[in-house]
C-alpha cells in the first residue's frame, strides 16, 4: 500500500495527461488500422463471392442451353451422354473445374484430366446433400481451408425442362488473396510510416499541451509552499490559464488577505499575553525583596536605641540587608530587560575560534577543556552576543555538576558539519529529567534555587535571531550536551 502511494505521488498530474494523450494516440492508431485491414478482407470476401455468384449465374446458363438442345433424353442416367463432349468446353469458356455428380452425391464427370481424378472428392457428404435438399433454392456453399488456399465450393440442383432435379452441379472456386494480401502489406507498411511521424507529432504536442495545463499549477503550488505566516506573501497575478484555475488563483489571493489579518491580529494578542505575563512575573519578582526590606525596616524600628553602645553594627547590618534586596532587585531589572529587547544584528564577520577561547578565559576552573577541530571558522553574529551564549552555557554546565562530584569534566568543542559550525558544550553532572527536557527553552523555567530561568531563554533568541539553532541531548545521572548551530559565512 505504502508503495502504491509512493507511485501515485510521483507520477505528477504533468505526467498523467502526458502518458494519457500518447495511450490515446497509440489507441487509435491501432484502432484505425485494425479497422482498414478488416476492410482490406471484408472487401476481398465481397469480391470474391460476387465473382463466384456471377460465373455460377453464366455456368448456370450454358448448362440449360445444354439441356434445351440435347438430343438425349432429359434424365439422371443420361447426364454423363449429354455433358461428355461439353463439360471441358464449358471449363474452358469460364475458365473454372465443374463437376457433374448423381442424385446421390456421387461423380458423374469433371473438367479435371484423367491423370488427375483421383485428387476429386467423388463424393458428397451426407450433411451437404441435406443441406442443397433444405434449401430454398436448392443450393449450398461449402468452405474448405488447405493451409493458405481457401476454396469456395458451390453445390446445386440440375433440374430438367419441368424443374425436376436431374443431377448436381458442383463449382470449386479458389480464392486468390495475394492482391490483397499485397495491398494489405503495402497500407500497413505506409501506414506505420506515417503513424510514425504521427507518433513524434503526438509526443511533442502532449508535452507541450501537458505543460501549458500544469504550468499555471505549478506556479500556484510553489506560492503556496513558500506562503509563511508572518512573512509578506505575494499574490498571483497575471497568469494565463483556464477558469478553473483561476478560481484556485483568487482562493489563493484571498486566503494570502485573510492570512496577513490574522497574523496581525495573532502579533497583536501574543504581544499582549506576552506582557501580562511579564507583568505578572516582574511583580511576583519583586515582591519577594519587598518582603524582607520591610520586616528589616520594621525590626530596626522597634530595636533602635541611640544609646546602644552597639548602635553602629547594627546600622551596618542594617544596610547591608537592604543593599542586598536592592542588588537582587537591580538583577531583575536587569534579566528582564534583557530578555525584552532583542539584540540587533551587527553581521560582524567572527572566528568562533578565537571567540570561545577568549569567553572560556574568565572560568578558572581547571577542569574546563577547549577542543577546536579546526583552526579558524567565521560566521556573521554580535561578538558579545556570541560571549554571552558561550558563557551562559559553560555556567550551566558548571552549575549542573554537583560540588561533591569527583571527577568534574566540562568540554567545549567546535568543529565543521557540512555549511555549518557547531558548538558542544558538555558536563557530566545530574541531566535534565525527562519531565522537563520540553521546557528547558522555556522562560521562567529553572531547576536552580537561584535565577529567574530566563537565560537559556534569552540565548535562544540571540542564536534563532542570527539564523542559528540550539538543542541538546541529556542522560539523567550522566550528563548534557547543549549544541549550537551557527552557519559558515
Do not use: C
Not at 445444354?66 to 433424353?73: A, C, N, S, W
Not at 527536557?437 to 529567574?452: C, H, N
Not at 531563554?457 to 542522560?475: A, H, L, M, Q
Amino acid at each position: 500500500m505504502k508503495d502504491k502511494f509512493i507511485l501515485k505521488k510521483k507520477f505528477s498530474l504533468q505526467n498523467r495527461i502526458f502518458f494519457s494523450l500518447i495511450f490515446l494516440s497509440v489507441i487509435s492508431s491501432i484502432l484505425i488500422s485494425a479497422v482498414s485491414v478488416y476492410q482490406f478482407k471484408e472487401e476481398a470476401r465481397n469480391y470474391h463471392q460476387f465473382r463466384l455468384e456471377r460465373k455460377e449465374s453464366s455456368i448456370t446458363e450454358n448448362i440449360n442451353y445444354i439441356l434445351t438442345t440435347t438430343p438425349y433424353q432429359l434424365t439422371e442416367d443420361n447426364l454423363s451422354l449429354i455433358f461428355k463432349d461439353r463439360i471441358h468446353e464449358l471449363a474452358s469458356i469460364h475458365d473454372t473445374e465443374i463437376n457433374i455428380m448423381d442424385l446421390n452425391g456421387k461423380l458423374l464427370l469433371s473438367s479435371r484430366g484423367t491423370f488427375s481424378i483421383d485428387s476429386i472428392q467423388t463424393a458428397i457428404s451426407p450433411s451437404t446433400l441435406q443441406a442443397i435438399k433444405a434449401s430454398p433454392n436448392n443450393r449450398n456453399i461449402d468452405i474448405e481451408e488447405d493451409g493458405n488456399m481457401r476454396t469456395r465450393i458451390v453445390y446445386k440442383y440440375l433440374n430438367n425442362l419441368q424443374f425436376k432435379p436431374l443431377g448436381i452441379l458442383k463449382i470449386p472456386y479458389p480464392e486468390e488473396t495475394e492482391f490483397y494480401d499485397s495491398e494489405v502489406k503495402n497500407f500497413i507498411y505506409k501506414f506505420g510510416q506515417v503513424y510514425l511521424i504521427m507518433l513524434i507529432m503526438s509526443i511533442a504536442i502532449s508535452y507541450f499541451l501537458s505543460n501549458y495545463i500544469t504550468q499555471s499549477l505549478n506556479q500556484l503550488s510553489i506560492k503556496i509552499t513558500s506562503t509563511k505566516l508572518g512573512q509578506k506573501n505575494e499574490k498571483i497575478e497575471n497568469i494565463p490559464t483556464s477558469k478553473e484555475i483561476s478560481n484556485l488563483v483568487e482562493a489563493y489571493n484571498d486566503m494570502v488577505d485573510k492570512l496577513e489579518e490574522s497574523y496581525i491580529k495573532l502579533a497583536q494578542t501574543e504581544r499582549e499575553q506576552a506582557w501580562r505575563e511579564m507583568a505578572k512575573q516582574v511583580a511576583h519578582e519583586i515582591k519577594n525583596p519587598l518582603t524582607p526590606m520591610r520586616l528589616t525596616v520594621q525590626s530596626f524600628d522597634r530595636r533602635f536605641d541611640p544609646n546602644d553602645p552597639d548602635i553602629k553594627a547594627k546600622v551596618k547590618e542594617y544596610s547591608e540587608v537592604l543593599i542586598g534586596q536592592i542588588d537582587t532587585m537591580t538583577s531583575i531589572a536587569t534579566a528582564f530587560s534583557s530578555f525584552a529587547s532583542m539584540p540587533a544584528q551587527q553581521n560582524e564577520r567572527i572566528n568562533v575560534i578565537k571567540a570561545v577561547r577568549l569567553s572560556l578565559e574568565i572560568f578558572t576552573e581547571d577542569y574546563i577543556h577547549f577542543q577546536p577541530y579546526e583552526e579558524d571558522l567565521f560566521t556573521l553574529i554580535d561578538k558579545t552576543q556570541l560571549i554571552r551564549i558561550i558563557t551562559n552555557l559553560v555556567k550551566n554546565a558548571i552549575q549542573a555538576i554537583p560540588s561533591d562530584q569527583d571527577n568534574p569534566k566540562v568540554f567545549i568543542k567546535v568543529y565543521k558539519h557540512n555549511t555549518n559550525i557547531i558548538i558542544a558544550i558538555s558536563d557530566n553532572g545530574t541531566g535534565i529529567k525527562l519531565a522537563d527536557a520540553a521546557k528547558v527553552f522555556e522562560p521562567k523555567f529553572t531547576t536552580k534555587s537561584s535565577g529567574m530561568g530566563l537565560g537559556l531563554s534569552i540565548i535562544k533568541n540571540i542564536i534563532e535571531n542570527y539564523n542559528g539553532t540550539i538543542n541538546f541531548e541529556t542522560e539523567e545521572g550522566r550528563g548534557t550536551t547543549f549544541f549550537v548551530t551557527l552557519p559558515i559565512s
